[in-house]
């Protein structure tokens, strides 16, 4: 199988365009058309010379996501299931900052993405996790979320917004052209991002550089359910993402009774290697805290929870579950989520609790894909 032409850095393209003795403006004409006008034909890169553009078309794929099902109103989350070569599902959820409830621009977006097709670290709560792991994705996969949605996104252009042909009047080549629309990046979708860490860290190379996507580090925040050593390893990269910790429970025994990864990784270790890389990085760490009913929710975590936001001087975001089909566990009752929002702000930890409604499309990344594998069977 051909490796894909995103998953390429500047510095490999530069090295093989060097060994067809090619001028490094092509490799900049090329990102141009990967990375502006996010063309997804080689006949499109019409600067390119022909027999060039044949040669990158024997050297390398050029693959782009099948948008399978959409769900989701334009001014609020909206959820991508895409098909991949292979023909595996993964998901993308985009999220706009103001949820537009009254009809004001939402105009900075976040999307989320996701690094493999399932997971296998099998969280009792999760849908990725149910079927297990598939594979990882490669980071041209990874890169391509953004640029699919961006795509999409021009062509269905939001009433009221700047017409995609107004702008292609301007410059001939800007037919292509499609304005930027992500700024900030969450890694939780489907998959444990540390775990498919390589091809994470050259996907978010690709999507920051300058010659890429362009969004900077401080806006890509990563989501990890705890892998200890792989949170080291990125406290010493160049590149200073933000961290989010998947918690959802303050003492081991809470963690070990729906997140298997906690008897790998205990909390002593988890914390500890969150401290290096606070020590390394100076940045916040976010933990992100699910409330499930009668599992995590008790009164009992507030005092350990709140030991951990003031030693790490950390955010906790609360989020209610959302259901999953065919598990069994279901989200408190508002009273008893706004009890423990209030109990974490008494013992003075900076916390926020989601209180979003129309959580059937807000729910989790990994159960559009399961109900639509299931509806394929
Ligand atoms: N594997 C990584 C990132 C993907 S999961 C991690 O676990 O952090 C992204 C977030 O969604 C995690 O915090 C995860 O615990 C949470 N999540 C999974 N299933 C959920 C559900 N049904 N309701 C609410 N949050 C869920
Ligand atoms: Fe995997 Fe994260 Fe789901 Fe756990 S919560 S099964 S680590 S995707």
Known sequence: MLSDIKSQTLHELQTQFRTWSQPDYRVSQLLEWLYVHRVTDWDAMM?????????????????????????????????????????????????????ALYGEPSDRHTLCVSTQVGCAYGCKFCASGLAGWKRDLHPGEIVE???????????????????????????PRSAFRIP?????????????????????????????????????????????????????????????????????????????????V??????????????????QNRRMITFEYILIAGVNDGLD???????????????????????????????????????FLAALEKQKVHATLRREKGHDIDAACGQLRLRTERELK
């Not at 269905?156 to 301007?170: F, V």
């Not at 906690?262 to 020590?279: F, G, I, S, V």
């Not at 790490?312 to 989520?337: C, D, H, M, S």
């Open 47 to 99: 600067n390119l010379p022909k027999p060039l553009r044949h040669l990158l078309a024997q050297t390398y794929s050029l693959l782009t996501l099948e948008l399978i099902r959409k769900q989701g109103a334009r001014d609020s989350t909206q959820k991508f299931l895409w098909q991949l070569s292979d023909g595996a599902l993964i998901e993308s959820v985009l999220i706009p900052a103001n949820p």
């Open 262 to 279: 906690n008897r790998k990784y205990p909390l002593r270790e988890l914390t500890a290697a969150c401290e290096y890389y606070q020590q």
């Open 145 to 171: 979320q953004v640029l699919a949605v961006e795509r999409w996104h021009k062509g269905n252009p939001k009433p009221g917004t700047r017409n995609p042909e107004d702008i292609a009047a301007l410059d």
């Open 301 to 339: 975590q507030i005092k350990p929870l709140a030991q951990l936001a003031h030693r790490f001087k950390a955010k906790v975001n609360l989020i209610p579950y959302n259901k999953v089909e065919n598990l069994p566990w279901t989200r408190p009752a508002n009273g008893a989520q706004e009890a």
């Open 180 to 260: 930027r629309l992500i700024d900030n990046l969450v890694i939780m979708g489907m998959g444990e991002p540390l775990a498919n860490y390589d091809n994470l860290l050259k996907a978010l190379t690709i999507l920051n550089a300058p010659w890429g996507r362009g969004i900077g580090a401080r806006k890509i925040t990563i989501s990890t359910s705890g892998l200890a050593p792989q949170i080291r390893k990125l406290a010493d990269e160049p590149l200073q993402f933000r961290l989010a910790i998947s918690l959802h429970g303050a003492t081991d025994e809470t963690r070990n009774k729906i997140m298997p």
